[in-house]
């Protein structure tokens, strides 16, 4: 059975939480949500996750 690195694995992790993110994002604009601009949605992620 062949090893893969730990820094191998955590690439394709990482690869794999962006791919589900996005995922997520095309069903929620689908669904009728507003789209917003990248500026707009860190503000908004900072102010949420650091206060």
Do not use: C, Q, R, W
Request: aromatic share 12%; net charge negative; hydrophobic share 35%.
């Amino acid at each position: 059975m062949p090893v893969m690195s730990a820094e191998l694995y955590e690439h394709f992790a990482n690869i794999n939480k962006i791919d589900f993110a996005i995922a997520e994002a095309e069903k929620e604009y689908t669904d009728g949500e507003e789209a917003i601009d990248a500026e707009t949605a860190k503000k908004k992620l900072n102010k949420e996750y650091y206060g």
